[in-house]
């Protein structure tokens, strides 16, 4: 028996004794930094000619871990090595699967503090960003247990005279998890042990950005006891071993989460049927987005001036579900647009070892590539904030930054920067933002600040998103309470926390038998 599912709450870091323990996980990280993260297959170290360098993006100069670079051959190696342990895993009872995943969300939460220290270093996240994502995977391994014992259940079906008629599911095979370093636990953690929990198999290559966190997650999975080769851990550059790990014949799914460009090639790459494949590869792909909040002037003002700075400038802006355009009745605008500076002006930029509200983005290149933006934008918009790099010990520093006049079209108005850039863009009333709001080949997330419940409705009904939110920010899903997906060219729906998501690393049988 599981324990109910509920959602992990957050701890109040304004309590000086729960900072210092904060602090006090970051110690221990410190030690035990750098940390040496083998690529493991079938539950063994593989050693690897080259190695992946993960560094804090608040220091460069300081190594966070070394993770092994796994080659197409290893990919191989991975994948041989998941289906050897399908032969069994497939085979455990759901009940049995399900506590070994619900135990990887112990594990992890028993060293909570710990984990979130790895995502401060290596990812740049302050306590609260750090935690809420810690206590997403936590949330993932549970509720996916809970899931995989519903899924376990014989499926609904009509009797026939003269027959007996069952149809249940049953899982695929050994899959590949590609996740986004942006979060780099919880989604790495909830794509593979969401399939895993249906009985399947995986290989999972983390991000280059931040493997070592994966290596973390990794050792959850061991002290959880979950069978060696269920998930092998493959680090390794996507641009060099992506291709063999999508189009490889025996990789039965791929599942994943990160650019629209990445994306639309795995989907491609994944629709060819290899010589020796036996089946047609399953592929989801959950992508980006240019996420629009609408502000009309019967708007509670402060409200959504709060709801637009957090949705847009948490984790510097480095979330799919991050607030990039607001759209702003022109009744309303001026006085929302000196809200929005006023309070992206309060933000203290720093460490986020020091808990700052503002740190790093997230690697060089990315440092470079939304400076590059802000630098078009220039020319496109008004650049009323921000605008800058921030020097303090190398670390990859941005200022939140703020355009208003932005014409949706523009590339201020459609290009994700997937950095803290907010565009503001006017309307002339409600029914022109709804339209502007749509008015994106994207379709994650997107909000309304409005007191009418008639635009309200029309906006729930209109607003092509997978993930509405009203009158609050449009970022932080909860798992098993908004379940998590895109619209449009954002993905595939998949809908991750939901009541749905396991089901889709399964495949259906119906058995007849005359009687
Ligand atoms: P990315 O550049 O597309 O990388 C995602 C993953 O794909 C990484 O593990 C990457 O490996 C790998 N990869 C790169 N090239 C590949 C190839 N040719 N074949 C197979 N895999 C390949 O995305 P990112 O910069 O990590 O993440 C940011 C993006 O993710 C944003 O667009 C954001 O909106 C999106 N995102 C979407 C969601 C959602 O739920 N819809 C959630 C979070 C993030 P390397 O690191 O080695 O390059
Ligand atoms: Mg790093």
């Known amino acids: 028996m599981l324990p109910p599912y509920a959602s992990e709450p957050y701890s109040d870091f304004t309590d000086p004794a729960v900072a210092s323990a904060y602090r006090e996980a970051l110690e221990v990280v410190a030690k035990a930094s750098p940390l040496n993260a083998p690529v493991i297959i079938g539950g063994a170290p593989v050693d690897t000619e080259d190695d992946i360098v993960s560094v804090d993006p608040a220091r460069p100069d300081r190594v966070v871990g070394t993770a092994g670079a796994g080659s197409s051959f290893h990919a191989s190696q991975a994948l041989d090595a998941a289906w050897d342990a399908f032969a069994t895993w497939s085979k455990v009872p759901a009940p049995e699967r399900a506590r070994l995943v619900h135990a990887v969300g112990d594990a992890i939460d028993a060293r909570r503090y710990e984990f979130c220290g790895w995502l401060t270093v290596e990812a740049g996240k302050n306590y609260l960003e750090a935690e809420a994502e810690v206590a997403e995977a936590i949330d993932f391994c549970r509720y996916y247990a809970h899931q995989a014992l519903a899924l376990a259940e014989p499926l609904p079906v009509h009797d026939f005279p003269g027959e007996t008629n069952e149809s249940w599911l049953v899982p695929m095979g050994a899959g590949v998890a590609i996740p986004p370093w942006n979060f780099p636990l919880a989604i790495l953690a909830g794509m593979t042990i969401g399939p895993v929990a249906a009985g399947n198999t995986m290989v999972v290559k983390p991000a280059s950005n931040t493997p070592i966190i994966g290596a973390k997650f990794m050792e959850a999975v061991v002290s959880a006891g979950i069978p060696a080769g269920v998930v092998n851990f493959l680090p390794g550059s996507g641009a060099e071993i992506g291709d063999t790990l999508v189009d490889h014949p025996r990789t039965r799914f791929v599942n994943f989460t990160g650019s629209k460009d990445v994306g639309l090639r795995i989907a491609a790459r994944s629709a060819v049927v290899h010589p020796g494949q036996m089946w047609l590869k399953r592929a989801y792909m959950e992508l980006g987005g240019k996420d629009g909040i609408i502000v009309d002037e019967t708007a509670d003002l402060d409200a959504a001036a709060d709801g637009v700075i957090r949705s847009a400038f948490g984790f510097q802006g480095q979330k799919c579900s991050a607030c990039s355009r607001v759209i702003v009745v ?95 863009i006017r309307a002339d009333d409600f029914a022109d933002a709804l339209d502007i709001a749509n008015d994106t080949e994207f379709g994650l997330t997107g909000g309304i600040f409005s007191t009418d419940d008639e635009r309200i409705e029309r906006t729930r009904q209109e607003f092509a998103v997978g993930n509405l939110y009203i009158n609050r920010k449009i970022t932080g899903a909860l798992v098993g309470i908004q379940p998590f997906g895109g619209l449009k060219l954002s993905g595939s729906n998949a809908k991750a926390g939901g009541p749905d998501y396991l089901r889709l690393f399964t495949e259906m049988k119906s058995a007849t038998r005359k009687l």
Do not use: C, K, M
């Open 330 to 424: 022109d009744a309303v605008h001026d006085a929302i647009l000196e809200r929005l500076v006023d309070r992206a002006a309060a933000l203290d930029i720093g460490p986020p070892e020091d808990n700052h509200a503002v740190g790093p983005v997230v690697s060089a290149a990315q440092h470079r590539s939304v400076l590059d933006e802000i630098d078009r934008g220039r020319s496109q918009a008004e650049l009323v904030h921000g605008g800058h790099a921030v020097d303090g010990d190398g670390g990859w520093y941005i200022e939140p930054t703020i355009f208003s006049e932005v014409a949706s079209q523009d590339r201020l108005g459609q290009h994700e920067v997937f950095g803290p850039v907010l565009a503001v």
